[in-house]
């Protein structure tokens, strides 16, 4: 398939770029994956769609504030984004590096008043800088883990998508209200609708609701380069699935439940684990699964998700789900409607 397929005209004035006051007061497009038919809701009219035996698997990823404003050791301004940490080395992470020539392997960085440095030990193959951290005096060790989160949150920034041109008031609300486990480089976004109060409601309706860790990286958000999306090479993504999620996940599946991942993310880590009749295992580890039209789903029923860029993978995952003219229809219509797009913006659900 082209990536054309998945191209539309997007006025600038949709793209959101504060949240909304109220989260569950988001919009809501529901599809019918089958037939194409949309209707329009609240996202806080959830509890009525779904169904007693469902199952919400939802991403407990938090962000990390991951720029780091700093300076090379012989002086020059840097700024560093953090994008993934590489699993073999406690403090050592894949990072995008501005200005990038000037940080070369063996490069020296300082943050804060020192308290953390950093040094430039490598080059991936698509340019990024492999930068090992070091925390006061001392590399940290692998007891010591827990502080690095704890300084980055003290000196970073929140990495918001390149669209958002103002800074949030509250960068809570680029956090999920159930998010757990720092990582991410990037909100799973799907999430940012739902409060504590709903998903309680949503709970009492019936309706399991478990929890996958997937670390989102920016590679999620990478352009599709070549013409042909076959080509196209995703980045690979942590992600966890763990017991107390692999049985209600499989005790949905086996009494005719549906499992409806909140989010990209959720899909394709429970798209990565699953077997062929759906059910999946305790797993960790890393994924570059990328899904487009063709794929045959093995574990998922239903998708949460919000509106996405054009040409963009997870476009191409949503049509996967949904069928390309479906979803195409869908966003034409959304745009008439003048619903809210991209990350901080409204949401859709496919069943």
């Known amino acids: ?35 194409g038919d949309t209707d329009h809701r609240r996202f806080y009219e959830l509890p009525d769609i779904l169904r ?18 700093g300076k090379r050791a012989t002086g020059g301004a840097v700024e560093v984004l953090l994008l993934r940490e590489v699993r073999d080395h406690a403090t050592t992470w894949e990072c995008m590096t501005r200005p990038g020539r000037k940080t070369k392997i063996g490069t020296e960085l300082v943050f804060g008043d020192g308290e953390l440095t950093a040094a430039v030990i490598g080059e991936t193959e698509g340019g ?25 949150e003290r000196l970073g920034k929140m990495p918001l998508p390149p669209y958002i041109h103002e800074e949030l008031k509250d960068s809570e609300r680029y956090q999920t209200v159930y998010s757990k486990t720092s990582g991410s480089a990037a909100a799973p976004t799907a999430g940012l609708h739902f409060t504590n109060e709903l998903l309680d409601t949503i709970m009492n309706c019936g309706v399991e609701i478990c929890y996958v860790t997937l670390h989102v990286g920016l590679g ?3 352009p599709v380069k070549s013409d042909s999306i076959e080509d196209h090479k995703m980045h690979a993504e942590y992600f966890i699935i763990p017991e107390e999620t692999v049985i209600s996940v499989n005790r949905t599946k086996k009494n005719g439940g549906r499992v409806i991942a909140v989010g ?22 890393f994924t570059d699964i990328f899904i487009y039209p063709g794929y045959g789903f093995k574990c998922i029923d239903g998708l949460i998700t ?5 040409e ?31 990350s901080l913006g409204d949401a859709m659900l496919i069943l």
């Not at 492999?130 to 590399?139: A, V």
């Not at 995952?317 to 809210?340: P, W």
Request: proline fraction near 4%; hydrophobic fraction near 35%; include cysteine.
């Open 264 to 285: 990209t993310t959720s899909c394709r880590a429970l798209e990565s684990c699953a077997d062929m009749t759906g059910m999946v295992s305790i797993y960790s580890g």
């Open 312 to 342: 963009s993978t997870l476009i191409m995952l949503v049509s996967a789900l949904a069928g390309r003219e479906n979803v195409m229809r869908a966003y034409d219509e959304a745009i008439r409607e003048r619903y809210r797009f991209y």
């Open 220 to 222: 999620t958000f990478r």
């Open 1 to 35: 398939m082209n990536k054309r397929d998945f191209s539309f005209d997007l006025p600038e004035d949709l793209i959101a770029q504060t949240p909304i006051a109220r989260r569950e007061q988001s919009r809501l497009l529901r599809l019918d994956r089958l037939t």
């Open 306 to 310: 919000n509106f996405h860029l054009p």
């Open 52 to 69: 007693k035996g469902d199952c919400l698997v939802l991403n407990d990823s938090r962000v990390l504030p991951a720029r780091l404003i």
């Open 128 to 152: 990024n800088r492999l930068i090992r951290f070091e925390y006061g005096e001392s590399p940290l060790s692998e007891s010591s883990r827990g502080s690095f989160p704890t300084v980055v």
